[in-house]
């Protein structure tokens, strides 16, 4: 049966003219498309090709239609995948997806291509034509390209940093272990013997020693976190808690005070770096108490929507002006004098770290005085749960 015809009016003249409605509707559907589309005959002549084809690849219509498409452009189409193709893959599979190919055309530069073919029959005794759809992926291809060549070389550089924090802390706790044991050998051996001056100059050296040595346990510590794979799996926050504030009996005890331990969830996390934030946390908070006042920390959790838990530790100590709250997360930075109150000044920072590595935040609210409050934020679920990148 003859495909039904429309007669249409041109807008200008008014003339009529029939177009067969099937041939317009799919002339129509061709120019519409964003990405490149040709239509072939069975000798490979563009019998159509859409706008988006004429834009990117910078061609003419009149010199485009009724060529040979490996002929167009003075070659330039002749590209030994696309032959293959067409002429050969097509005659066997009807069908092609996602046929790869990338050439440089002399005109324009090199084009990534993803290329889709079909053969399409008008009727059982027509030939068939070529339906040739081209995804320019170029930008992609060459983006993926560079992120992959970044994560190569990030990953080199997160095993270059991991081998020297290994080394170095190896080989900078050798010459303090050394200075720890003679200067404490020499206070047991001469220190009757050691007065004045001498004796304050060996209780610095010896107090320098032992700082430099938590120096470089938190500096290993933060490279860890920034370097160690995710090993995300179900983590109950309350068993971790107990098992710090075990940890921390000595010094609750010896201050008179107490850690009061609310809900708190089962999370997808790392539990070694869970334990290392909340110990940080609560040895932070018992450590800036008031000095007439018993240390109370209140640890507990609230959900946050259906995605995060907030989890916030609390305390009753001196506290801190809130225009330093984003301060006090940045390496080596101090309120308070090294005399004051011992420490590196990582701890935080390396909370951060930990945070941001769970795909998390963390924040904090204070005033002089008046206790601070650290609240962070989690995903209760990752998308890489229970897996090691």
Not at 26 to 40: A, G, H, N, S, Y
Not at 65 to 76: H, K, M
Not at 262 to 291: F, S, T
Request: proline share 5%; aromatic share 6%; glycine share 8%.
């Amino acid at each position: 049966m003859a495909n039904p015809r429309v007669r249409l009016a041109t807008p200008r003249d008014g003339t009529e003219y029939d177009v067969p409605v099937a041939e317009q509707l799919l002339l129509d559907i061709i120019d519409t498309i964003r990405e490149p589309l040709l239509v072939l005959d069975p000798e490979f002549r563009i019998t159509q090709a859409n706008r988006a084809f004429f834009d990117i690849f910078r061609v003419e219509r009149e010199d485009t239609i009724g060529e040979v498409l490996f002929s167009l452009g003075d070659g330039q189409w002749d590209i030994a995948p696309l032959r293959e193709l067409l002429r050969d893959k097509l005659a066997v599979e009807p069908r092609l997806n996602d046929f790869e190919v990338d050439h440089v055309f002399p005109g324009i530069g090199r084009k990534i291509m993803l290329l889709n073919a079909r053969l399409v029959a008008h009727g059982p005794n027509t030939p068939r034509i070529i339906l040739l759809a081209i995804e320019d992926i170029t930008a992609r291809r060459i983006t993926e390209l560079r992120l992959e060549e970044q994560r190569a070389e990030l990953q080199r550089s997160n095993t270059a940093l991991d081998e020297f924090a290994s080394v170095a802390s190896h080989d900078l706790q050798e010459p303090l272990r050394k200075i720890l044991s003679f200067g404490e050998r020499l206070t047991m051996s001469a220190g009757p013997a050691i007065e004045g001056e001498s004796q304050r100059h060996l209780e610095r050296m010896l107090d320098a020693t032992a700082r430099m040595r938590t120096l470089i346990n938190d500096l290993l510590v933060y490279s860890q976190v920034s370097t160690r794979a995710q090993r995300f799996r179900p983590t109950d926050l309350a068993k971790i808690a107990r098992e710090v504030i075990g940890d921390l009996e000595t010094v609750i005890s010896d201050e008179g005070g107490r850690v009061e331990v609310g809900e708190l969830p089962v999370i997808d996390a790392d539990p070694l770096l869970m334990r290392q934030l909340l110990q940080n946390l609560l040895g932070n908070a018992l450590k800036y108490r008031k000095k007439d006042e018993p240390p109370v920390v209140q640890l507990s959790g609230l959900p946050a929507g259906n995605r995060y838990w907030r989890i916030m530790v609390a305390d009753n100590g001196i506290g801190f002006n809130e225009l330093y709250a984003e301060k006090i997360f940045k390496m080596f930075e101090r309120l308070h004098g090294k005399g004051e109150y011992k420490g590196s000044g990582i701890g935080l920072a390396i909370c951060r770290k930990i945070a941001e590595r769970h795909g998390g935040t963390i924040a904090a609210t204070s005033a002089m005085g008046k206790g601070a409050t650290f609240t962070i934020t989690l995903p209760a679920r990752q998308v890489t749960s229970g897996q090691s990148q």
